[in-house]
């Protein structure tokens, strides 16, 4: 029982302390957290019984007394808190509320478990808590966290996203169906069942897995430090590792540009000697140029959003990029929804579809084309896409181009940033970049905003 309880409070602190500003994160520790208070009572209990049989004498002392009600009290924390985590971590990890709504539900799905408590207090039974007022009060809440789960599965739509989501599926549902069937249900019926050998072994499972899964998919949001940071890090080491090269560089560019004045004055105004400082001051000149575009593809985020029509803010994307749109042969094609208004920042977002043309032109650079942009709400999630009929990308590349400084074009103009800043504003946004491509067809790139993010 001790091992239980370290396994899952270790587990619950490792999750916890990885990214605890994630609201799934901080749940699904507290769910571990709470879970891992069943074994600790248990051992208390064991230890209890132990001592009263082997020292009567200190069976009716006062710190016995304690002891027994700290078992008393970690077990109905147990039984009481860890049914509620694990539904507000269903409720949370599946983003099918909004966070006004998911403050109310906090509230609301404390006053069933209240209330259970309540009657636990008034039908005191000592240890053993009713088998059935649990199976009525805490059972509801393990089975919606199982529905939700399932459900979150079934209705993603982005590859990426479903996967990890059928893996916390896997990992978490069946020890939660194990503690309805072998906790809750077989000990209604019989209250003397053996459930721990049973229930113990789908808790093996969920932390064997879910500690195998963590070094290859970041299930969970946990990502061993063997693997790449989140893409949020990324950025922000990007930026800090950025801002100082550009600091170094402007620095010594400036004494290779006066140290090259200098020269210019004192030496000969020969063309065999003019010739070769006209050329440092050139790639002076041009390093200096480029260093300044990266540290601004690379700026920190800092989201201010407010309500924008997206008709509005595809139409000045457009406006934006006119001239780039000549170059290419390619024009634009806009059907949005002029009643669809979206909370978002309003230059980051502007910015991203800026990118996505760009992407979109170049991609179709040799023919030319249409490109068009859509604006709607699809599940209720407002949704901007930008389709072109490029070239298209091979499902192998997919991935990769969305990571920082990958590029498939020429190096000397494109760093790779475009699409890993679009998609990291997305994730700051609550929404997501859904990528879709047939080599030869043509690419889709689609802004999926979260459904409280809509104006109504």
């Known amino acids: 029982m001790l091992l239980y309880f370290v396994a899952l409070l270790f587990t619950g602190f490792v999750i916890g302390f990885n990214q605890p500003?994630?609201?799934?994160?901080?749940?699904?520790?507290?769910?571990?957290?709470?879970?891992?208070?069943?074994?600790?009572?248990?051992?208390?209990?064991?230890?209890?019984?132990?001592?009263?049989?082997?020292?009567a004498v200190l069976a009716n002392s006062w710190w016995m007394s304690i002891l027994e009600g700290s078992a008393i009290g970690l077990n109905m924390a147990n039984q009481l808190l860890t049914p509620y985590a694990v539904l507000m971590f269903a409720l949370v990890y599946g983003r099918f509320l909004s966070e006004q709504q998911l403050r109310k539900w906090a509230s609301a799905l404390t006053v069933p478990l209240a209330c259970l408590l309540v009657y636990l207090l008034?039908?005191?039974?000592?240890?053993?808590?009713?088998p059935a007022a649990l199976l009525l009060g805490?059972?509801?809440?393990?089975?919606?966290?199982?529905?939700?789960l399932v459900y979150g599965f079934v209705k993603e739509k982005d590859a990426y996203a479903k996967k990890h989501r059928l893996l916390t599926m896997?990992?978490?549902?069946?020890?939660?169906?194990?503690?309805?069937?072998?906790?809750?249900?077989?000990?209604?019926?019989?209250p003397e069942f053996d459930f721990f050998r049973y229930v113990s072994l789908f808790v093996a499972y969920s932390l064997v897995a879910g500690l195998a899964l963590s070094f290859v998919t970041g299930v969970?949001?946990?990502?061993?430090?063997?693997?790449?940071?989140?893409?949020?890090?990324?950025?922000?080491?990007?930026?800090?590792?950025?801002?100082?090269?550009n600091h170094t560089i402007k620095n010594e560019i400036g004494k290779i540009a006066i140290s090259t004045e200098n020269l210019r004055h004192q030496l000969p105004n020969e063309k065999e000697i003019q010739k070769p400082l006209a050329i440092i001051e050139r790639s002076t000149s041009?390093?200096?140029?480029?260093?300044?575009?990266?540290?601004?593809?690379?700026?920190?985020?800092?989201?201010?959003?407010?309500p924008v029509s997206v008709q509005?803010?595809?139409?000045?994307?457009?406006q934006q990029v006119e001239e780039m749109l000549e170059r290419y042969s390619c024009s634009v094609g806009i059907a949005v929804d002029p009643e669809l208004k979206i909370r978002l920042d309003y230059a980051h977002v502007k910015e991203v579809l800026c990118n996505?043309?760009?992407?979109?032109?170049?991609?179709?650079?040799?023919?030319?084309?249409?490109?068009?942009?859509?604006?709607?709400?699809?599940?209720?999630?407002?949704?901007?896409?930008?389709?072109?009929?490029g070239e298209g990308i091979p499902a192998d590349r997919l991935e990769d181009i969305q990571k920082p400084f990958y590029t498939t074009r020429d190096r000397s103009s494109n760093y790779g940033l475009g699409l890993a800043y679009c998609r990291l504003v997305m994730e700051k946004s609550g929404g997501r970049l859904i990528l879709r491509s047939s080599p030869g067809i043509g690419t889709t790139v689609c802004l999926q905003f979260a459904r409280r993010k809509k104006v109504v």
């Open 122 to 130: 008034i039908n005191y039974q000592g240890w053993e808590l009713s």
């Open 220 to 245: 969970l949001g946990v990502r061993l430090k063997m693997e790449s940071e989140p893409l949020d890090a990324a950025w922000r080491a990007i930026h800090s590792g950025t801002s100082v090269l």
């Open 138 to 148: 805490a059972g509801p809440y393990y089975i919606a966290a199982c529905v939700l």
């Open 170 to 190: 896997l990992i978490i549902v069946p020890t939660l169906l194990s503690i309805v069937i072998f906790i809750l249900l077989a000990r209604t019926y019989n």
């Open 356 to 389: 996505l043309l760009q992407n979109a032109c170049e991609a179709m650079h040799e023919q030319g084309g249409k490109i068009h942009i859509t604006g709607s709400s699809k599940d209720k999630r407002p949704v901007i896409s930008v389709v072109d009929g």
């Open 286 to 306: 041009h390093m200096q140029a480029m260093v300044e575009r990266i540290q601004a593809s690379t700026r920190e985020i800092v989201l201010k959003e407010e």
């Open 312 to 318: 509005q803010l595809v139409e000045d994307s457009v």
């Open 21 to 55: 500003r994630h609201g799934a994160n901080r749940w699904a520790a507290l769910f571990l957290v709470f879970a891992s208070l069943g074994g600790l009572a248990y051992w208390l209990k064991e230890r209890i019984d132990q001592l009263s049989v082997t020292a």
